[in-house]
């Protein structure tokens, strides 16, 4: 037997809860097993049995401080006594001198499933402990409270009960710790030195544990689990028992852009005794009204703005946000659902889905959620039925693109930019340097005057034969299209400059060759030659299966919860709410940044209750446009106040003579719109100009129109801080691709996530 060296050697002991950071930090690279080092060279060493053997260099104070732990057990074993043939052998390892640093702080605990276990503990000694393993825990918690102290226990024994504590240990166990220490009995704490360390012996203590939560920390677990249970937002669907005691049929209408999947969903509603359509867009949602109407079936109209009852009428058309969940249905169509996955708006198509009481509901919408409706169906216990749908018309890339020059422009082009300032770029472009004219679209713009600039575009008989135009062309709108080209593929998202993401790309492209168009087939491509890639790449990929969908609470939800915390702001219940809600694995918490922008604002607001607050926060308001923010807040005190709420606002006597003034126009129309939005979720008598600003609405839309038609300025901006593209008095200038640049950035080691203004010219 060869003999080591006179020394002792450092063992560490590392709890379950620590292993694995533990194992992590000694063995940075690579796991080494017990039997392969030796213990004589620098490298620290896993035992057989879980512990870390310690070269001499390293001390108890250097694992404590680089761990940040103070719950470490070191024990030191003479060194000639572990090592024969040079392997060591911890199992005939007495321990000589023992070193137990003081729990103090408890790192994380959590079981690892992969950690050591003493599942194989042997039958007849446990047999033993029978009576102790059986005991009810409320009777052990009972008599270790009554116990003046506990029974004395070896040093050996004490030092594996500390084992197992740590095991077990977490903040509230501390003093649990301290408590069962104190008032233990000899039979406990040998059965649990039998147990050692490991899930049995927390199988045993948890129950005790919540015996003595319950009575020391009554309070506590009364606001914690009140907490926790209003802000519960697991299993969402039962939320709608009538919807789930229906039998519902789901036909899901799968295809790409311009395949016919609303209108043939629209068949159905029209057919049905009582129809509901849950449209994404306001506009939308009236040309179903229109369309429907024209074709003799009765058909109101519902949006956050606008009531329109038809008398006699069984159909309505709405926005997604406005759907009853209280009225029965035989019908009901919700298109574009794949907006379920939309950061901001997604709840309202996943409360429609889960919540409408109709017989039938037809989905429209690209494959991206086609699973997770299937998921979602079978815990609804609905019925789901696939109806695939292709293309009317092929699209075709068209290869040569623009080569950089707008003077290479089409009649029947759409040529979409993604910011307002650039869609006015391209329009005044075009219109100096060639003899087209531009209609434009955006999502600034009321739907009226977007409809006005869609007809314009489509009517054949005027010179209004080009559309430049926003992402808000890819929904809803029946355009002529010949030909979409992108001026570019990056957008700005609030925050950064970043590529538009494919689906958004095929939803746009698709719209080239619609049907009903004379053209035969459509086709696309981008100004600039380097964008090209990047196009057939998204033409190309498959849409992305989307995993999670996004819920929002109710006002009920949030009320709840406001229960917990009566002295906080709304934006920080929110922000409350945000972290301590709890989820199901198929849904997101959808974003509230808005709300909780609005939220600050009206803080000043006194005299709101918190459900006033609650849908003053979804009023549609452009958070990034001052006066339409002010004109929010002034909207609110006099409701606050009692008081009516005026518009005090001027009319403009002409259509816009410059940017600025076009600007106003979009703001102001944007303010009577959220005049209205509110008349339509407070008490009417409150909001008593409804008729005024209605017509002040039409009158701006129509100069907006007009306005835009003759638009011949350059763009300004709502937001001067933004980056503006390099200006050039001489004339167009070439744009460059913003696409070219962010890959050229990205392959020069930039990441993804760096803003893309600093490459921008
Ligand atoms: N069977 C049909 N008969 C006549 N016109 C049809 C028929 N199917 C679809 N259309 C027309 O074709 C165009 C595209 O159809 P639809 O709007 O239903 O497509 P979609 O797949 O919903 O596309 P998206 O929602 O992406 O715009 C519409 O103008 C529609 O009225
Ligand atoms: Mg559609």
């Known amino acids: 037997m060869a003999r080591g060296p006179a020394r002792n050697l450092l063992y560490l002991y590392s709890s379950r809860d620590n292993f694995t950071k533990v194992r992590a930090f000694l063995f940075p690279n690579r796991f080494h097993r017990a039997d392969s080092p030796n213990p004589s060279n620098s490298h620290p060493f896993l035992t057989p049995d879980s512990k870390f053997c310690i070269p001499p260099q390293f001390s108890p104070s250097h694992f404590t401080q680089s761990l940040n732990y103070r719950c470490l057990n070191f024990q030191r074993h003479p060194f000639s006594t572990l090592v024969e043939n040079g392997t060591p052998n911890l199992n005939s390892a007495p321990a ?29 000694k446990r047999l ?57 009995k000899i039979d406990i704490v040998k059965y649990l030195v039998f147990l050692g360390p490991g899930i049995e012996a927390e199988k045993f203590l948890f129950p005790i544990f919540v ?18 249970e209003s802000a519960d937002l697991t299993k969402p669907h039962t939320w709608f ?34 129809g509901i359509y849950c449209s994404p867009l306001r506009l ?6 229109d369309k429907v109407n024209a074709l003799g079936v009765y058909c109101s109209l519902l949006t956050g703005q606008e009531k329109k009852f038809v008398p006699f009428s069984n159909h309505v ?85 623009l080569l950089g020059d707008l003077k290479n422009v089409k009649s029947g082009d759409c040529i979409v930019a993604f910011s307002r300032r650039e869609i006015f770029e391209v329009k005044l472009a075009i219109e100096k340097y060639t003899k087209h004219r531009c209609c434009v679209i955006y999502g600034a713009l009321p739907p009226e005057t977007r409809r006005q600039q869609a007809n314009l575009f489509n009517d054949d008989n005027n010179e209004y034969d080009i559309l430049v135009a926003s992402d808000a062309v890819g929904m809803g709108l029946n355009l002529h ?26 939803q746009i492209a698709g719209r080239a060759g619609r049907r009903g168009s004379r053209y035969p087939e459509g086709l696309t491509t981008t100004l600039h030659l380097e964008d090209l890639d990047y196009l057939i790449e998204c033409l190309k990929k498959p849409f992305d299966e989307v995993k999670k969908v996004g819920l929002f609470p109710f006002f009920e939800q949030v009320e709840l919860f406001a229960g917990q915390f009566p002295d906080v702001t709304f934006a920080q219940l929110l922000e409350k709410f945000a972290e301590n809600c709890r989820l199901d694995g198929s849904y997101f918490l959808c974003h509230h940044h808005h709300i909780k922008k609005i939220a600050n604002m009206l803080e000043e607001v006194q005299g709101l209750s918190l459900e006033d607050r609650f849908n003053f926060c979804f009023a549609p308001v452009n958070i990034r446009d001052p006066k339409a923010m002010y004109h929010l807040l002034r909207f609110a005190s006099s409701y606050a106040h009692k008081l009516p709420v005026n518009i005090a606002m001027g009319m403009p006597k002409c259509t816009a003579r410059n940017d600025s003034e076009l600007l106003d126009l979009e703001t102001k129309h944007q303010v009577l719109s959220m005049y209205l939005w509110l008349s339509n979720h407070f008490e009417g008598e409150k909001f008593p100009y409804v008729k005024k600003v209605e017509a002040m609405a ?16 350059k763009p300004e901006s709502r937001n001067p801080g933004k980056p503006r593209q390099q200006e050039n008095e001489g004339g167009y200038e070439r744009p460059r691709s913003l696409i070219k640049l962010y890959e050229q950035k990205r392959q020069e080691g930039f990441s993804a996530g760096q803003k893309l203004e600093k490459v921008t010219a």
């Open 96 to 124: 000589l001198e023992s070193e137990v640093t003081e729990v103090d702080s408890i790192s994380d605990i959590g079981l690892d499933e992969n950690g050591p276990g003493n599942d194989n503990l042997e039958p007849e």
């Open 211 to 228: 015996e003595f939560c319950l009575e020391e920390f009554p309070d506590e677990i009364k606001r914690f689990r009140s907490m926790v």
């Open 284 to 289: 939308l949602a009236m040309e179903v009204f």
């Open 317 to 401: 058309a709405c926005t997604v946000e406005m759907v009853s969940v209280d009225e029965l249905y035989e019908v009901a169509v919700i298109d574009e659902i794949q907006m379920m996955a939309d950061p901001s708006r997604g709840y309202a198509w996943t409360r429609a889905l889960l919540g409408l009481k109709a017989d039938e509901i037809h989905l429209c919408g690209d494959p991206s959620v086609l699973n997770i409706v299937r998921k979602i169906c079978s815990e609804t216990g609905d019925e789901l039925v696939q109806q695939r749908y292709d293309r009317f018309k092929p699209l075709v890339v068209e290869a040569k693109t």
């Open 128 to 184: 033993n402990f029978a009576q102790i393993d059986s005991r009810d825990p409320v009777e052990i918690y009972k008599e270790l409270r009554d116990a003046s102290k506990s029974d004395k226990q070896s040093r050996s024994d004490w030092d594996l009960l500390i084992e197992v504590f740590r095991g077990f240990a977490k903040s509230a166990a501390h003093k649990f710790r301290n408590f069962f220490f104190k008032k233990c």
């Open 698 to 713: 039409v009158d701006i839309a129509e100069l907006l129109g007009e306005s835009l038609t003759k638009a011949n300025w």
């Open 481 to 506: 299209i010949r030909r979409v080209v992108f001026y570019s593929l990056s957008k700005y998202n609030g925050d950064k400059t970043v590529p538009v993401p494919a689906s958004q790309v095929k």
């Open 241 to 274: 028992p009538f919807a789930r005691a229906m039998k519902r049929k789901i036909v899901y209408h799968c295809g790409p852009t311009n395949s016919g999947k609303t209108y043939n969903a629209l068949q159905r509603f029209m057919e049905a005794k009582k």
